[in-house]
């Protein structure tokens, strides 16, 4: 199949913008909880609509005391927390917009955002925010106004605003359109300098009216028990930016954790509760591999080896049975899996807060078979994909017919092309206007409405989209072998004691890999094997270490013919990392930045 199409679940937005849905709300039922916001002391509390909307006019009147106006650019440099949101729908008030810029940032990609954006203003979290624009602030004419969170920057800018008439910002808030541009979101920059996507509020309306609608199981509640999200993706991130705006327009409890690792996130996980959650594959792998651990730290590795299997074999079942393809679980599966509800499956639920039974994955692939265990666990998790020019979403499984190991089919409104050459395509409400100041690269990927997304995938007989790779990475060895890593490096991901793997071969006899471990992972093995820990150049050394990660090189090379698979492979003593330009703040691998930091370990590959 080359095109598939979604109709539209509801007629695209015709007139006004983001910021209507709050005084909607607070007017139609200004009681509902709108977001739980953590306090200092630990403990969540609970905000109305109607709050939510008295402070978004009291920050909004503040930015019109401080000189924002209309069509006026901000950036917001921080970590997800409630303050974001409440800068984001103050703004969008105004008509003015916010320039997400993550909070890892160097002075050098600040400088390049805010120069390129011409903001006037921007918002930090703190002051290590504050001394990373200082560097360059007498290289930036147009910012005016510095604003700091944990400084108390949403008091200050709220009481400035004392004086203001609430019909100056009413009056903003009229003259906001669909067409009017609601953000600047600058790429991650995997291959060179971040771009600026133009995203209006259609777009950003177009989409989470899409989604919110076609997983309407999802997002609304139908035992009367409110539906709620924690907030745990970067809102600098466009997939996190979704999760927030569809939130406030859908109606959902909103709450915001600013760290992904496990040892925070987890505990919140635990007092929020939410109904379901939106992350990235790392995420579910977390879950997964500490569950596992901790089961072989009990003595109970096998059976629960075992609720895996039955885990996933329950879940091809119903899969098969949704298609038309199986008539579902056997009785025999069914009690097994019953056996297993209480003793493994609750617990991984409870992971995850005890009340998640649906989830979204994007940002990368998700390992089909991961995803068969969450679900025959009783968590649904459905894989989408999209783009920061799509403005999240283009793609995602449906809740009726879910294909795991793909990433759906077209949002509604939106059509999937795939090009001669296996370049997928995209057309729909949520496609961004093009690259700020960049008419060239905005040609190159835009025609006439249509994305080149510049990945490569197929469309099965029921429309479903799989990804395969990325155009520009594709390998193609010596012999002229055209090899996609991606599916490679996922699967030795796999393994739950490597973290990270990145697939070399360009102009070479065949095709290698450089692999990184997950440092608590290798522990936790050590300590089973009742060995004392290793230093990491030991580890890299350690032969039943190495046999450990041949067999997940080997299980990956299954995937593939003989000529694309990886011959040979090393272990390197430290993880890729974001601080020494080798990951995006998406945790992508920068490919080129990591050959050029380990070109001599890659050259003994080939030794």
Known sequence: MREFTVPPVEAAPQVGGLADAVFAHALADPGRIAFGRKGPDGEWRDVTA?????EVLGLAKGLVAEGVRFGDRVAIMARTRYEWTLFDFALWTLGAQPVPIYPTSSADQVLWMLHDAEVTACVVEHEDHAMTIGSVIDRLPLLRRLWQLDAGAVEEVTAAGAGIDEEVVHRHRRAVTPETVATVIYTSGTTGRPKGCVITHSHLMFETDMVTGRWESVFR?????????LLFLPLAHVFGRMVEVAAVRGGVKLGHQPVM?????????????????LAVPYVFEKVFHAARRRAEAE??????????????????????????????????????????????????????????????????????????????????VFEGYGLTETSAAATGNPPERIKYGTVGQPVPGTTVHIAEDGEVWLHGGQVFSGYLNDPESTAAVLNDGWLATGDIGSLDEDGYLTITGRKKEILVTSGGKSV????????????PLIAQCIVVGNDRPYVAALVTLDQEAVEHWLAIQGRPPLAPAELVRDPALETEIRRGVVAANTLV????????????????????GL?????????????????????????
Do not use: N, W
């Open 50 to 54: 109607a709050r939510f909307r008295d």
């Open 221 to 229: 509640s139908r035992t009367g028990e409110q539906v709620s999200t």
């Open 261 to 277: 690792a496990a040892a925070e996130l987890l505990p919140d996980l635990a007092a929020f509760r939410p109904s379901f959650v």
């Open 299 to 380: 003595g109970k590795a096998g059976p629960f080896d075992k609720a895996v299997e039955v885990a996933v074999a329950y879940a091809e079942a119903l899969e098969q049975k949704a298609f038309g393809r199986g008539p579902g679980p056997s009785a025999a599966l069914r009690v097994q899996h019953q056996f297993f509800e209480k003793t493994v499956y609750g617990k991984v639920r409870g992971a995850l807060g005890g009340r998640v039974r649906h989830a979204m994955s994007g940002g990368s692939a998700m390992d089909r078979r991961l995803g068969l265990f969450f679900a025959g666990a009783g968590v649904t």
């Open 484 to 495: 996609s890593p991606g599916a490679l490096e996922e699967r030795v991901r796999a393994h």
């Open 561 to 580: 013919s003989q000529a694309e698979s990886i011959r040979t492979f090393r272990i390197l003593a430290h993880p890729f990392s974001e601080e020494h």
């Open 583 to 607: 990951l995006t703040p998406s945790l992508k691998l920068k490919r080129r930045a990591i050959e050029r930091a380990y070109a001599t370990e890659v050259a003994a590959l080939y030794g």
